[in-house]
T-cell receptor, first 113, second 113 residues
Framework: QQQVKQSPQSLIVQKGGISIINCAYENTAFDYFPWYQQFPGKGPALLIAIRPDVSEKKEGRFTISFNKSAKQFSLHIMDSQPGDSATYFCAGYRGSTLGRLYFGRGTQLTVWP | EPEVTQTPSHQVTQMGQEVILRCVPISNHLYFYWYRQILGQKVEFLVSFYNNEISEKSEIFDDQFSVERPDGSNFTLKIRSTKLEDSAMYFC???????????FGPGTRLTVT
């Protein structure tokens, strides 16, 4: 059972453009939705996260948009830079248990200079 | 900035052998996790650990796996009899009590031959 579906699998964006990655979740018990950024050979690094009582969260060039009724959320990277080239994972988490993050399959973002 | 560390960075072992993967979580964190990532696939939860006991484990975490916090700083994952399909990157993560945020280490690449 795929609890979190992520698309696209890969994304190529021109420098300065907007990168958009979408996720959909199935489990309505999720109450925390983080995005992780992973560079080759490194572990996932927490980038930004949102709770379902908020429709949008912005941190610098990164914005999460959240649609609770559609069970969807997305990551927007404004003014994309070559240094943003990485794999991005969305995830869902149930606070009632100590534990598991359910990750999406990841999106490999390439930003061309 | 404090970070999760893992050793070794790469472990090669023969099928049937036991391996121990080591992690040093962030010092004031009390929640500990292991995840794995098979090459090209999503990050999958294995186990969470708090107060010296397992809080939750996934269907992947069978009797061949065990975790331990042998002292005040280390957190280990043991695989008793490795299989070819155990080849993956294993990530340790830690989090503060009461927080949903999980911070990942750089991973140990396990290759079973």
């Amino acid at each position: 059972q795929q609890q979190v579906k992520q698309s696209p699998q890969s994304l190529i964006v021109q420098k300065g453009g907007i990168s958009i990655i979408n996720c959909a979740y199935e489990n309505t018990a999720f109450d925390y939705f983080p995005w992780y950024q992973q560079f080759p050979g490194k572990g996932p690094a927490l980038l930004i996260a949102i709770r379902p009582d908020v429709s949008e969260k912005k941190e610098g060039r990164f914005t999460i948009s959240f649609n609770k009724s559609a069970k969807q959320f997305s990551l927007h990277i404004m003014d994309s830079q070559p240094g943003d080239s990485a794999t991005y994972f969305c995830a869902g988490y149930r606070g009632s248990t100590l534990g598991r993050l359910y990750f999406g399959r990841g999106t490999q973002l390439t930003v061309w200079p | 900035e404090p970070e999760v560390t893992q050793t070794p960075s790469h472990q090669v072992t023969q099928m049937g052998q036991e391996v121990i993967l080591r992690c040093v979580p962030i010092s004031n964190h009390l929640y500990f996790y292991w995840y794995r990532q098979i090459l090209g696939q999503k990050v999958e939860f294995l186990v969470s650990f708090y107060n010296n006991e397992i809080s939750e484990k996934s269907e992947i975490f069978d009797d061949q796996f065990s975790v331990e916090r042998p002292d005040g700083s280390n957190f280990t994952l043991k695989i008793r009899s490795t299989k070819l399909e155990d080849s993956a990157m294993y990530f340790c993560a830690s989090g503060q009590q009461g927080s949903y945020e999980q911070y990942f280490g750089p991973g140990t690449r396990l290759t079973v031959t």
